[in-house]
């Protein structure tokens, strides 16, 4: 008869923390939380990324003068653009450009067509009497060989508000998103397998670095064109284009920037489909006639004056993205299909039966 000590049970006693492998528990996904504990962590999470934008909402507040010089930038740049090589006369007084003509239309003869000709107003005694006479300026200041020149104005009580309200808005959630970005991942990472924190790294750098060169590409080249191509549409319908609404121009450049930057993630999101099967080179290949309808649907959905030459301005990048995430897909196939001929190749017969 057996001993009844044979049957006596051990209770399980739970393991220790201290003794539990690091390297096992970053692989399996980090320490165990309760909900209370997660929840908890949730809420700092959404407190420091409050803190944040609110504190880049009160830099770009403070530095708002700054801000709206630097979106004046491409308008400037804009104005110096020339459609024509046609010669003007520009009629100054003092420091401002009172208008624009052709030689034809000012009525004064022996005037140049192949250059800008610059008369200033200045006063001159005829006699006893007080006039204003022409003088032809022979080292005129930039802004009289500008192609045109846009007053940015506010048209209202509350519109300067506004503006600077926009500007804080927009400027502090550009400021704020790198922060907010590094909370967020405090919270999710913990929680994630090694190969799937290599996978977000990734991820998120390339989607960082594709939004950048989004609103880079839109600062320096789109808006600059566009703006410009806006003006001379509105002059050869016979509108004039010297005075803009503040308000209206600040959120047009802040969109468009916006914009820009979201439509450059195009590469990531048909890479990323490519990765988990749903699509590969050949399915890009034979979908780039869709595409180019959505491509067009896309740019004419952000363009925010709807000009056409300016959707496709904003179209011709994204095909260009589209091309290039087709080349990196058939390259990523043509390399899983060599690696599969040398897994084969290197295979015993028995593992081939």
Known sequence: MADDSDYTLTPSLPPDPHSVDPDSVDAGGGPIKTFLEHLEDLR?????????????????????????????????????????????VVFMLGTNVLTRMTPDDSGIPGVA???????????????????????????????ATRSFDVQLKTLGPVTAFSVVMQI????????????????????ILPALHHHEKAFVYKVSGWATFLFLLGVAFCYFVLLVICLSTTVSFSNWLGFAADEWKADEYISFVCWFMLGMGVAFQLPLVLLTLVKIGILDAAKLSKFRSYWVVAGLLIA????????????????????LLYEISLVIAWWWGRKAVKAAAKTADVSTPEDRI
């Open 44 to 88: 700092w999470t959404l407190i420091k990324c409050a803190v944040a934008v609110f504190l880049g909402f009160i830099l770009c507040l403070s530095g708002s003068n700054v801000v709206i010089q630097f979106l004046k930038w491409p308008l400037s740049v804009a104005e110096g653009m020339r459609h024509s090589t046609e010669g003007r």
């Open 113 to 143: 067509t192949n250059r800008d000709t610059v008369f200033r107003l200045a006063p001159a005694l005829v006699g006893s009497n007080l006039v204003l006479r022409l003088q032809e300026d022979t080292n005129p200041p930039a802004i």
């Open 168 to 187: 804080a808005m927009f400027g502090g959630i550009t400021v704020s998103i790198p922060f907010v970005l590094f909370f967020i991942a405090q919270f």
């Open 300 to 319: 004419a959905f952000i363009t925010p004056d709807g000009n056409p030459l300016n959707m496709l301005l904003l179209f011709l990048p994204l095909h």
